[in-house]
């Protein structure tokens, strides 16, 4: 079950996790394979049945459909398009409390920073 989309912490103005994790997805969700949507010229292969959006497959990590500044005004350039993994991400969840900690932004109004999880054990880069 998806946890509740946390009202506090606004995609818009974060992109950390576009700027943190690996984005892999199963090759036919790109635009190559029927019914695919994640633009091909967009991606690397990861294996024979995953790819990764270009940008994620490297530190620094910076998926290359993020516009904008990591923690000030951003965007997805394929949000419509963007893969299930992208979608799988809320805010407030798991991932984006990691992604924000990660780039030293708060978990939200009044929230823990980076220090805050560093010290209850919870900070760290994921790939």
């Given at each position: 079950?998806?946890?509740?989309?946390?009202?506090?912490?606004?995609?818009?103005?974060?992109?950390?996790?576009?700027?943190?994790?690996?984005?892999?997805?199963?090759?036919?969700?790109?635009?190559?394979?029927?019914?695919?949507?994640?633009?091909?010229?967009?991606?690397?292969?990861?294996?024979?049945?995953?790819?990764?959006?270009?940008?994620?497959?490297?530190?620094?990590?910076?998926?290359?459909a993020?516009?904008?500044?990591?923690g000030?005004?951003?965007?997805?350039?394929?949000?419509?398009?963007?893969?299930?993994?992208?979608?799988?991400?809320?805010?407030?969840?798991?991932?984006?409390?990691?992604?924000?900690?990660?780039?030293?932004?708060?978990?939200?109004?009044?929230?823990?920073?980076?220090?805050?999880?560093?010290?209850?054990?919870?900070?760290?880069?994921?790939?």
């Open positions: 079950m998806t946890p509740p989309m946390d009202e506090a912490l606004d995609c818009q103005q974060c992109g950390a996790c576009c700027a943190v994790f690996r984005v892999s997805f199963y090759w036919a969700e790109a635009d190559d394979a029927r019914g695919g949507s994640v633009p091909v010229a967009l991606t690397r292969p990861v294996g024979p049945l995953h790819r990764c959006m270009a940008g994620t497959e490297a530190r620094p990590v910076r998926c290359v993020l516009q904008g500044d990591v000030g005004a951003v965007a997805c350039g394929i949000y419509a398009q963007r893969s299930s993994t992208c979608r799988s991400v809320q805010p407030g969840d798991a991932q984006c409390l990691k992604a924000r900690a990660a780039h030293g932004l708060e978990s939200g109004p009044g929230g823990i920073t980076s220090a805050g999880l560093a010290s209850s054990g919870h900070a760290s880069a994921a790939s």
